[in-house]
Structures are given as structure tokens and as C-alpha cells.
């Protein structure tokens, strides 16, 4: 338990990295627009804050700003791209935006947990306390994999987005 939380604050960052895994799972599989859906949709946007601010205050792998902390801005981007269009209803296309970006958020998250997941693999992994060319091959090929799939989904979702929001 010891390598996989290594502070306080990495104990927390795994809570709200949890709960919004939960939250976007559910949000991604359950019907769109109901009063469930917005409860749960909010759950997952102030747990996803949670992993975005702990994530910046985390530096046990570079002990410094490193690429999962870009990955971080990343992440709040398209957070407040996805989540934005709806407090405000504009532009035209809001909720068109917001299924959008909201799908990628949490995709981008499934890519943070697979990445994450590396990084507790010790050996494979670290190299004189550095990550190695086995860490940066393991997480592009497995993001890139997270991407694909969920990609083929967006895809295949997005039709029955469109229908959603011709019918409202």
C-alpha cells in the first residue's frame, strides 16, 4: 500500500479519481437530460476538480511538473469546455458541446487511470527513480488504446446524441 499512495494528498487525489471514475461511468451509460443525469453529471464535475487540484499538487514521480500535471490542464479544459455551454445555454450548439466534451472528459480519465497504472509498476517503470522508455511505451500504447475504443463509441454515440437534441 505503501507505493500506491505515498501522501496525503495522494490518498485523496485516489478518492476523487475513484468517485469520478463511478460518476462518469454512470453518466456515459445512463439516459441523458433527466434530473439523475444532471445530480450525477455535478458529482462528477466537483470530483473531477478534486483529481484536477490534488493532481497539481502531486510531484512523487518527476518531483517537479511533469507530463501527467499537463495532462491535468488538459483535463480541466475540456471539464469546463463540456460543463460551461450548459450553466450559460450559449452558444447554439451548447448541448452539442457538452455531450462532446463531456464524453472526452471522461474517456480522458479512463487514459489518466491506465497511465496511472503504469506508474505502479516499480521495475518496468523506474530507472534510477526516472521513468524509462518501457513507461512511455506502456502508457502511449495503452492511452492510444483508451483513445481508440473510445473514439468507435463516440462515433457510434454521437447518432443517437444528434436524435436527443433534434427532439428537444
Same mark, same amino acid.
Request: aromatic share 16%; glycine share 10%.
Given at each position: 500500500?505503501?507505493?500506491?499512495?505515498?501522501?496525503?494528498?495522494?490518498?485523496?487525489?485516489?478518492?476523487?479519481?475513484?468517485?469520478?471514475?463511478?460518476?462518469?461511468?454512470?453518466?456515459?451509460?445512463?439516459?441523458?437530460?433527466?434530473?439523475?443525469?444532471?445530480?450525477?453529471?455535478?458529482?462528477?464535475?466537483?470530483?473531477?476538480?478534486?483529481?484536477?487540484?490534488?493532481?497539481f499538487m502531486t510531484y512523487?514521480?518527476?518531483?517537479?511538473?511533469?507530463?501527467?500535471?499537463?495532462?491535468?490542464?488538459?483535463?480541466?479544459?475540456?471539464?469546463?469546455?463540456?460543463?460551461?455551454?450548459?450553466?450559460?445555454?450559449?452558444?447554439?450548439?451548447?448541448?452539442?458541446?457538452?455531450?462532446?466534451? #463531456?464524453?472526452?472528459?471522461? %474517456? +480522458? /480519465?479512463?487514459?489518466? $487511470?491506465? &497511465?496511472?497504472? =503504469?506508474?505502479?509498476?516499480? @521495475?518496468?517503470?523506474?530507472?534510477?527513480?526516472?521513468?524509462?522508455?518501457?513507461?512511455?511505451? #506502456?502508457?502511449?500504447?495503452? %492511452? +492510444? /488504446?483508451?483513445?481508440? $475504443?473510445? &473514439?468507435?463509441? =463516440?462515433?457510434?454515440?454521437? @447518432?443517437?446524441?444528434?436524435?436527443?437534441?433534434?427532439?428537444?
Open positions: 500500500m505503501e507505493h500506491l499512495i505515498s501522501s496525503t494528498i495522494g490518498l485523496i487525489h485516489l478518492i476523487f479519481s475513484i468517485l469520478s471514475l463511478i460518476f462518469g461511468t454512470i453518466v456515459l451509460l445512463k439516459t441523458k437530460g433527466t434530473k439523475r443525469h444532471r445530480k450525477i453529471g455535478y458529482l462528477y464535475v466537483w470530483s473531477m476538480i478534486g483529481v484536477i487540484v490534488t493532481a512523487g514521480l518527476y518531483g517537479k511538473f511533469g507530463m501527467f500535471h499537463y495532462m491535468a490542464i488538459v483535463s480541466a479544459l475540456t471539464l469546463a469546455a463540456g460543463i460551461l455551454p450548459m450553466l450559460f445555454k450559449k452558444p447554439k450548439n451548447y448541448l452539442s458541446l457538452h455531450l462532446g466534451f #463531456m464524453y472526452w472528459s471522461v %474517456i +480522458g /480519465l479512463y487514459a489518466a $487511470f491506465v &497511465a496511472e497504472t =503504469f506508474v505502479r509498476i516499480p @521495475k518496468v517503470v523506474m530507472e534510477s527513480g526516472t521513468p524509462n522508455s518501457a513507461f512511455y511505451s #506502456m502508457v502511449g500504447i495503452g %492511452i +492510444g /488504446l483508451v483513445m481508440f $475504443f473510445g &473514439a468507435f463509441f =463516440f462515433i457510434k454515440k454521437s @447518432k443517437k446524441w444528434e436524435n436527443l437534441i433534434a427532439d428537444k
